[in-house]
């Protein structure tokens, strides 16, 4: 008969209901279990380390050598606090401004076309940007910024990684801080314009004000991602585990740590778990960072109930 | 300087900005495309002729390793991952969840999408020391998998959200279980699952950092599940580094074949949202 084999009985139905909602249940408590085994793993697998060692003198130490058993994390520490720092110094106020454009000025197609032009880039490989910059960025930096400063450079080192590293987030931020612009309510630029204050005062003390949350967690982000990048800086950096003395310097960051001793190393117990450190290490301060992110863009919500 | 002319410099510094991030971005994929693009006219087949047995010294051969490996990490980590994501993004839905319960779970999907990919490497790693393997195909399709995982669902959550009320409230009106209103809510959200799946699976086919130690940086050809391989990301990784001019040579023409892949996903993804967008109830007629 036709009905019973196009519309299934109830009892069919209600069991598919059972097997589906049980499946689907595990499938929404995925994310934390993923979160709490990749945590505790991490933990675990760093305890051989700190059982051995004390925290405070790696994190102080600034001798690296896994083969001598002396693990220093403080060289990488500082490369990766300056990249980081450096990059979002000089992204931050172009992807602001970038943003103020798309969302304010841009209209009609112009605005498509940017706007698409910059969520295409946040999908380029990080490994194509690495690429291009060791034929643009690093001959730039050792032929011609070096000697502009007096320094001798080959143009591998902090400076070409944070330049790269602000090119590659830049777009993240923008698109995240255009998303927080365009939330904000119509009223506040008509009332704005309205009493007679110019596009830029209104821009400046209107919107930048009202929008400041969204952005600051956008830079949190952003910072967050520079932190934790590894592949533009593997390339980039130089890979000398030193404190560097200046910003054409060689260094060290804390993810390139891990890829440039993991390879040979990772047979040896402690080294292992000294590397396993570094990326616990990377996790508790992106998630820091994010975490803060996401407590402004919550206030930001309630404030202006989007 | 008057407020007027303040103004007026604003909006060319905002102007100029935008100018500026356009311009870097198209040196980007203009040296890549022109770069790869040279090396590959000299000798289009190093795509699919396998690597010599001098590869990584001489570049003998051409880096059809890579793209098989490529293909064969990413496709099945990304069904893996899209199975997992839209089940869990379904059940974040109201019907099944709270809302405390979802944004609690959305919580920590935005931590798992900004831990930094090197940790999901080292994280699935110790997972091969613990049980004893060695780096394999297997493993860079659980790290892809966990790493595509979050990305997938924050965008199938976003697009089963942003599905007409009306699906599920006349579905249930009729008569259906929670299960059969989930799959109407689904089809009717089709056109954001199928983007997001999409920006999953360019996400994927572009990271290094994962696969770097999971999959085993070999320079043969996959054969087997559990036998060593490399991706297109890793490849150019390796081979940019190298001192031999034809080596890093292939590393232009990969990120090439990368560059042109990832911008064709974007397009299709973009095609498709438009295409499906006039099935679906509320959506635009195209």
Redesign the interface.
Request: glycine share 2%.
């Given at each position: 008969m036709a009905e019973s084999t196009d519309t299934p009985r109830l009892g069919q139905r209600l069991r598919i209901e059972r097997v589906s909602e049980l499946w689907l249940r595990m499938a929404g408590y995925f994310a934390i279990a993923l979160f709490a085994l990749i945590v505790l793993t991490l933990v675990h697998r760093s305890l051989p380390l700190l059982s051995e060692y004390s925290v405070v003198q790696m994190l102080t130490s600034t001798d690296w050598d896994p083969s001598q058993n002396s693990f220093g994390f403080l060289p990488a520490i500082v490369g990766t606090v300056y990249v980081a720092v450096l990059s979002m110094l000089m992204g931050t106020p172009i992807a602001i401004l970038t943003a103020i454009y798309i969302a304010e000025y841009a209209e009609g197609r112009m605005k498509t076309l940017v706007s698409s032009f910059i969520d295409v880039l946040a999908a380029i490989p990080s490994v194509i940007f690495g690429l291009v910059a060791l034929v643009v960025v690093v001959p730039l930096v050792g032929d011609y910024l070096a000697p502009l400063f007096g320094a001798s450079a080959t143009g591998l080192g902090i400076l070409t990684v944070s330049l790269v590293m602000a090119i590659v987030v830049t777009p993240f931020m923008i698109s995240l801080s255009v998303e927080s612009l365009e939330a904000l309510p119509d009223e506040l630029r008509e009332t704005s314009l309205g009493v007679g204050a110019t596009k830029w005062e209104t821009i400046r003390s209107v919107l930048l004000r009202a929008a400041g949350p969204g952005i600051f967690s956008a830079v949190l982000l952003g910072f967050g991602r520079v932190f934790g990048a590894t592949i533009v800086p593997a390339m980039l950096i130089g890979g000398q585990t030193q404190i560097p003395d200046s910003l054409f310097a060689t260094g060290q960051t804390l993810p390139t740590l891990i890829v440039s001793d993991f390879g040979e190393l990772m047979s040896i117990p402690i080294t292992q778990s000294a590397l396993i450190f570094v990326g616990l290490m990377l996790v508790v301060v992106v998630w820091i960072f994010n975490f803060g992110a996401m407590l402004l863009q919550r206030r930001l919500r309630r404030r202006w109930q989007y | 300087m008057d407020?007027?002319a303040?103004?007026r410099a604003?909006?060319v510094?905002?102007?100029?900005?935008?100018g500026?991030?356009?311009f870097?971005?198209a040196?980007?994929?203009g040296?890549?495309i022109f770069?790869g693009g040279r090396v590959l006219l000299a000798d289009p087949s190093i795509v699919v002729s396998p690597p010599g047995s001098r590869y990584a010294l001489e570049g003998t051969g051409g880096f059809f390793h890579a793209v098989l490996g490529s293909a064969f990490i990413v496709g099945p980590a990304t069904l893996v991952s899209m199975i997992?994501a839209i089940?869990?993004a379904?059940?974040?839905q109201s019907d099944?969840?709270s809302e405390r319960?979802s944004d609690?779970?959305n919580?920590?999907?935005?931590?798992?999408w900004?831990?930094?990919?090197?940790?999901?490497g080292?994280?699935v790693?110790?997972?091969v020391?613990a049980v004893g393997a060695r780096t394999s195909l297997f493993f860079g399709i659980i790290a892809i998998a966990?790493f595509q995982?979050?990305i997938m669902?924050r965008y199938i959550d976003e697009a089963l959200r942003s599905a007409p009320d009306t699906v599920r409230e006349s579905t249930y009106g009729l008569g259906a279980?929670?299960?059969?209103t989930?799959k109407m809510t689904a089809r009717a959200a089709l056109p954001g699952i199928v983007a997001g799946v999409i920006?999953g699976f360019?996400?994927g086919?572009?990271?290094?950092?994962t696969v770097?130690?999971t999959a085993g940086r070999s320079t043969n050809m996959p054969n087997g599940l559990f036998e060593p391989a490399t991706t297109l990301?890793v490849l150019?990784?390796d081979n940019?580094?190298s001192f031999n001019e034809e080596v890093r040579a292939h590393?232009?023409a990969a990120?090439f074949v990368?560059?042109v892949v990832?911008?064709g996903l974007?397009v299709v993804s973009?095609l498709l949202a438009g295409r499906f967008a006039q099935y679906v109830p509320g959506g635009r007629h195209a």
């Open positions: - | 407020r007027y303040k103004q604003f909006g510094l905002a102007r100029a900005a935008a500026l991030v356009v870097v971005m040196v980007v994929i040296v890549t770069r997992l089940s869990t379904t059940y974040l099944y969840s319960f609690a779970v919580m920590f999907l935005n931590v798992l900004a831990t930094p990919p090197i940790v999901y080292v994280f790693l110790t997972i020391i966990v995982y979050p669902t279980t929670r299960f059969e989930a920006m360019a996400r086919i572009g990271d290094a950092a770097l130690f990301p150019i990784f940019s580094m590393a232009y990120s990368l560059i990832v911008l974007i973009r």
